[in-house]
């Protein structure tokens, strides 16, 4: 099998060859993405507006996709949706200073997989939730209140007054 990722390596060369103003759109539709080693995608959809400007090539994309990810609730995996708009904007050779990262590839070919996989991480939550109304694992037994309930009771205790609390244990 190809290299998926090589669906995400466009030939954009012969938009600097056309007039200011001059656009074309490249849509996608992925079912599964593999990008590096710690992001996979699911149903990535989207575009990316390529416009020629007086600087270059500047690219405009809107993408959606499903990661899997595990719930910080109840630690069961969870399909995370992602959403990414982003622009970027490729220099042309002969007018890129010394503070340009993105210059346009002398053979037109840009490869979007690492850009992709930057904006996406991005938009992967430090904690997901698998679902709003998750009610997580019990902090004493460890069971999963999602699928079965407890009699462990819980002592929510305000940890500035804990120190009291240790007073009145002292005393008994």
Do not use: W
């Not at 600087?55 to 949706?81: M, N, W, Y």
Request: aromatic share 6%; hydrophobic share 35%; glycine share 6%.
């Amino acid at each position: 099998m190809a290299n998926p990722t090589k669906i995400l390596v466009l030939e954009v060369g012969f938009i600097a060859h056309e007039d200011i103003g001059y656009s074309r759109t490249f849509d996608f539709e992925i079912e599964h993405l593999v990008l590096g080693d710690d992001l996979e995608l699911d149903n990535l959809s989207g575009e990316i507006d390529f416009s020629r400007t007086s600087e270059g090539v500047l690219a405009q994309a809107d993408f959606s996709a499903f990661t899997e990810t595990i719930c910080g609730r109840c630690l069961e995996k969870a399909h995370q949706p992602l959403e990414s708009k982003f622009s970027e904007l490729f220099t042309l050779p002969n007018r890129a200073d010394k503070n340009t990262e993105l210059i346009l590839p002398a053979n037109g070919r840009i490869d979007f997989a690492p850009i992709l996989r930057d904006y996406m991480v991005l938009e992967v939550p430090i904690n997901s939730v698998c679902r709003e109304d998750c009610q997580g694992l019990c902090p004493e037994c460890g069971v999963n209140r999602n699928h079965e309930s407890c009699d462990c009771v819980i002592e929510t205790i305000d940890p500035r007054f804990s120190d009291l609390k240790s007073l009145l244990e002292d005393k008994k």
